[in-house]
């Protein structure tokens, strides 16, 4: 499941957002100032999961920025918190697409919050990659839902 | 270009919740070249039907999952209504598993593009059902960093 999620995260990060992610080892950091974006999405079925990303807000800018190609200093909160959820709604829908999940798992709306850097160390996620994207860090995990 | 080459400008309604992503489908469109009239934007399948309601349109391009009112509720209303049931609806969509989208192709739906798409296969599933582009070089698109 992890393989196809870390596949489904280079196509969408690669594809549209022209940004190409690197692995991070396991229990490699790559420390960032806050805040951070959290955004999620509920795979709702029998077994619901819920998979998301959190990034810290420099990165959400830039991602913003290379989405609509306009400088980054354009890009708002509002901006920000709608391409981590369209991000993490791509990621879902490549992922389930790459498993051939059954139609009965159902995509709900993707949810994003804000969390300060003292609210992203409690948010350690139980499952999930790490990733370097321009030297920055993109955490995506995957949680019962 | 002589005044019987003119071809026809296309209105264009873009339908998803997301405003980043309609100014994405909308760039994507500017570069592709099509001959654009206008261009409406709804955040779900309702404003889309207060839209039609006084605005003709050539080409929907939709969104599945919204909120209010999603994309499988607005296909349904348009092949429901007398006027709108031919107007072509494109699916832009995270959802290409194809028992997902086989009931909406089997509704009228014309086609779907999924996300994450590159901007020349908005333009190459558009110009099938629209017509070739103004722009024809394809390269101008696939290097086009927007």
């Known amino acids: ?14 594809t549209m957002f022209f940004l190409f992610p690197e692995s991070l080892e396991e229990g490699e950091i790559l420390r960032s100032q806050g805040p951070f974006l959290r955004s999620s999405v509920t ?5 619901s999961i819920r998979i998301g990303l959190q990034v810290p807000q420099s990165l959400a800018r830039k991602m913003a920025a290379n989405f609509l190609g306009v400088d980054e200093a354009e890009i708002y909160q509002p901006e920000m918190e709608d391409i981590l959820k ?9 992922f389930l697409s790459k498993m051939e999940a059954p139609a ?15 609210e992203q160390k409690k948010n350690k996620p139980e499952k999930g990659l790490r990733f370097d994207v321009d030297e920055e860090m993109l955490e995506l995990f995957v949680e019962k839902g | 270009m002589a005044l019987w080459e003119k071809k026809m400008a296309y209105n ?17 469109l500017v570069i592709s070249g099509f001959d654009i009239g206008e261009y409406f934007e709804g955040g779900n399948g309702r404003e889309a039907l207060d839209i039609l309601e006084n605005n003709w349109v050539d080409i929907i391009l939709s969104d599945l999952h919204m909120p209010e009112m999603d994309g499988e509720t607005l296909v349904q209303a348009l092949k429901k209504h007398e006027m709108w049931r031919h107007i072509p609806v494109v699916l832009i969509t995270t959802e290409a ?11 009228g739906v014309q086609d779907y593009i999924q996300k994450p798409f590159r901007p020349e296969t908005i333009r190459q599933k558009l110009t099938g059902l629209l017509g070739e582009a ?3 070089d394809a390269s101008e698109i696939e290097s086009c960093d927007f």
């Open chain 1, 86 to 94: 369209e991000t993490t709604n791509m990621l879902a829908g490549s």
């Open chain 1, 104 to 118: 009965a798992l159902k995509l709900q709306t993707p949810i994003v919050q804000w969390l300060s850097a003292e």
């Open chain 2, 97 to 107: 598993r194809p028992e997902v989208i086989k009931p909406f192709l089997n509704l």
């Open chain 1, 43 to 47: 795979i709702a079925g029998p077994q």
């Open chain 2, 12 to 28: 264009v309604l873009i339908v998803d919740d997301s405003a980043t992503m309609r100014a994405l489908i909308r760039k994507v």
């Open chain 2, 134 to 136: 103004r722009t024809t």
């Open chain 1, 1 to 14: 499941m992890l393989a196809k999620l870390k596949a489904a995260t280079f196509e969408v990060l690669e």
